[in-house]
C-alpha cells in the first residue's frame, strides 16, 4: 500500500474518534442573538426611548344636515303663447318689438281690411234689398196676395244676408290680431307685409310670474318627491328663491332614464329671465352628520374610504364613512361617533393600531411629519 493511502486512512480515523468524542457539542456552535435592552433599562441607563410619529387631532361634533335631491336645471316661462291669425290677410301693422311688454287685449298685428270693407258694403246693400222684398210680401199676404211660403222665404233671405254681413264683420275684427294674455314678446315673425295665412304666428308671448325652475331628477330619487313639496333654487346670477314642486313627469326620458320636475316661484317684477341655469334643492329630511375637511379623508389600499380617527391609548383606528355630500371645501360624512377625534395631519403616514403622539386643539401648529 502506498504512503499516500496510510495516511489518508489514519485521518479519516482521527476525525471520526474526535466528532464522536464527549467535548464536542453542536449547540456551543450556534450563534446567540444579543439579548434586547427593555424601555425601562434603557432610560435606567440613560438612553432615549424611540420617538413616536406626532398627529394633529381635531375633535368633530356632529351638525344638523338638511338630507335633499339637489339637481341641475334652468328657469323658463309659466305659459308660452302664440298670437295666431284667425283670418288671412296682408300685414299693414307691426308695431312691437321683441321684449316688450303687453297687456291683454293690445293689438300685435294690423292686416289690410280694404277687400273686407268692400265686402261689407255689397253685403249691406244686398241686406237692404232683402229686407225690402220681404216687408213687401209681409205686407202683401196679409191682403191675401201672397203666399205664406213666399213670406218664409224671403225671410230666410234676409236671415242669410245679415248672416253674411255679421260674417265679414268679424273678419274685420280679426284683422286686429290682439295679446291672448298678458305677458313680453318673445318673438315675432310676422312683419310688415307679410301674408299670414289661418293660423299663422304674428307674435309669441311668455309669462315669467310666477317663474319655472325645472329640472331631471334620477330614477332613485324621483320616488322622494310629490307635488307641492317645498323646494329652492339657486341661481346662476346669485339669486335664490323659494317655491314649491308643481309638477313631477309621469313618463321617464327614454334616453336619459330621467324624470322632469318644476318648481313654481314667484317672480314679482319679473327680474328672473329666462333661461338662467339653476340649481333646485328640494329637502327630503333633517338629521345629524359630521362636517369634516375633505383632506380629512383616508383611502384604504382595499379601495375602502374612511377616516382614522384616535383611540384609547393614543392608538389609530380607522373607521369607514359614507359620503353625504360636499360644501366647498369639507365634506359631509355619516359613520362616526360623536364626538369624533380626527386625525386631521399625518394620517396617511400611520398604519391601524399604532401608537401615535398627538396634538390637540384647532390652535395648535402643523404636527411634525416624521416619515
Not at 291672448?180 to 310688415?192: D, H, L, N, T
Not at 330619487?221 to 309638477?247: C, E, H, W
Request: aromatic letters at 6%; one cysteine or more.
Amino acid at each position: 500500500m502506498k504512503t499516500s493511502y496510510l495516511w489518508a486512512v489514519l485521518i479519516l480515523v482521527a476525525v471520526g474518534i474526535w466528532l464522536g468524542s464527549p467535548y464536542f457539542d453542536f449547540k456551543t456552535m450556534a450563534a446567540k442573538p444579543p439579548a434586547e435592552t427593555p424601555a425601562s433599562e434603557q432610560a435606567s441607563a440613560g438612553q432615549k426611548p424611540e420617538k413616536l410619529f406626532r398627529v394633529r387631532v381635531k375633535t368633530y361634533s356632529a351638525e344638523p344636515r338638511e338630507v335633499s335631491v339637489t339637481v341641475r336645471g334652468r328657469t323658463k316661462a309659466s305659459r308660452r303663447v302664440e298670437a295666431r291669425a284667425r283670418t288671412q290677410g296682408i300685414v299693414v301693422s307691426s308695431p312691437l318689438r321683441e321684449g316688450d311688454k303687453v297687456k291683454l287685449g293690445d293689438i300685435m298685428c294690423t292686416l289690410d281690411v280694404a277687400e273686407r270693407q268692400a265686402q261689407l258694403a255689397e253685403a249691406k246693400s244686398n241686406l237692404a234689398s232683402t229686407v225690402r222684398d220681404y216687408e213687401a210680401t209681409s205686407s202683401l199676404s196679409k191682403k191675401k196676395f201672397a203666399s205664406a211660403a213666399k213670406v218664409a222665404s224671403d225671410k230666410a233671405r234676409v236671415e242669410a244676408a245679415q248672416a253674411r254681413v255679421d260674417q265679414i264683420l268679424r273678419e274685420i275684427e280679426y284683422t286686429k290680431i290682439t295679446a291672448p294674455m298678458s305677458g313680453i314678446v318673445e318673438a315675432r315673425p310676422a312683419e310688415k307685409g307679410s301674408f299670414l295665412q289661418v293660423g299663422a304666428t304674428c307674435a309669441t308671448l311668455i309669462d315669467l310670474n310666477p317663474i319655472i325652475v325645472s329640472a331631471m331628477v334620477s330614477e332613485r330619487d324621483i320616488k322622494f318627491l310629490s307635488s307641492g313639496m317645498p323646494a329652492k333654487a339657486n341661481l346662476v346670477t346669485g339669486q335664490k328663491i323659494p317655491g314649491k314642486i308643481r309638477y313631477i313627469a309621469a313618463k321617464a326620458d327614454i334616453r336619459t332614464r330621467t324624470f322632469e320636475v318644476e318648481m313654481e316661484a314667484e317672480n314679482p317684477g319679473k327680474k328672473i329671465r329666462d333661461g338662467l341655469t339653476s340649481e333646485l334643492i328640494i329637502p327630503l329630511t333633517a338629521g345629524t352628520a359630521h362636517k369634516l375637511p375633505t383632506s380629512a379623508l383616508t383611502l384604504r389600499d382595499t379601495g375602502e374610504i374612511g377616516v382614522s380617527i384616535l383611540a384609547s391609548g393614543n392608538k389609530v383606528k380607522f373607521l369607514p364613512t359614507k359620503i353625504l355630500g360636499f360644501d366647498r371645501e369639507d365634506v359631509w360624512v355619516s359613520g362616526l361617533p360623536d364626538p369624533a377625534p380626527v386625525i386631521t395631519v399625518g394620517q396617511d403616514y400611520v398604519l391601524e393600531g399604532q401608537t401615535v403622539d398627538p396634538v390637540h386643539g384647532t390652535d395648535a401648529k402643523t404636527a411634525e411629519i416624521r416619515q
